[in-house]
């Protein structure tokens, strides 16, 4: 009798978004509770690794331009392991932060909107670093055609990109919210969020090709070159 009561498509249709709604909620506080209790570090940190994966894609005689770098976490990893470390980000609170947590003499940060920077006045660089980055931008291939063209690269023929972006395809649930209308994003600051193919088009129109690939954790990491 309650099922019969519950489980019918008059309440589902009263209690669907609802319930989809607080499932965006419990998400988000389960990671500001969790931080708390791991002494203000998100615990993901410590499961995804995903500052490795960069680091495992750069040499010791490697120039790095780490773009959209917050509060440098990524920045100081790849100062282990490169020749110079460039850090740009547009938010002046993590560049303040930054600055005073990692002083380095390969390291630089920039305060500055990565989308009209003028990377001209950098070293030779050797690696763009982009994690988690493209999401936050709405002129994405125009954005990247403009670094592209004006980052003064070590060697033209070798233009490298490691690229990490959120897959909306990561789980059922995920699309869908998109197809009732319910917010789906892992951050209401993300302008979108992709599918492979998705992603390849967008790169193919930078004029960008996708060397090697590979998901984990509903993310998306990407090896590239530039043409």
Same mark, same amino acid.
């Given at each position: ?29 389960? !990671? $500001? ?64 932060? !930054?600055?005073?947590? $990692? ?43 403009? $670094? $592209? ?72 990491? !990407?090896?590239?070159? !530039?043409?």
């Amino acid at each position: 009798m309650i099922k019969k009561l519950l489980f019918n498509k008059f309440v589902a249709t009263l209690l669907r978004n609802l319930i989809l709604k607080l499932h965006n909620l419990t998400y988000k506080l389960s !990671a $500001i509770f969790s931080t708390i209790l791991n002494d203000g570090v998100h615990p993901k940190h410590d499961i995804i690794h995903y500052e490795q994966w960069f680091t495992d894609n750069v040499g010791k005689h490697d120039i790095v331009l780490d773009i959209g770098c917050n509060t440098g976490i990524m920045v100081n990893r790849l100062s282990e392991k490169a020749k110079y470390v460039y850090g740009i980000e547009i938010n002046e609170n993590l560049f303040n932060e !930054a600055q005073l947590k $990692i002083q380095k003499p390969n390291v630089e940060f920039i305060c500055f909107d990565a989308t009209i920077y003028d990377y001209s006045v950098c070293r030779d660089i050797t690696v763009v670093t982009l994690s988690n980055v493209l999401e936050h931008i709405e002129h994405r291939v125009e954005f990247l055609q403009k $670094i $592209i063209k004006q980052i003064p690269w070590n060697n033209q023929s070798h233009k490298k990109l490691l690229i990490r972006v959120p897959m909306v395809d990561r789980d059922w649930i995920t699309i869908y919210k998109k197809q009732i209308g319910v917010e789906y994003r892992l951050d209401k600051t993300h302008l979108t969020e992709y599918t492979y193919s998705e992603f390849r088009d967008e790169l193919n129109k930078s004029d960008i090709e996708i060397i090697s690939y590979h998901v984990r954790f509903g993310e998306l990491y !990407a090896v590239c070159r !530039a043409g």
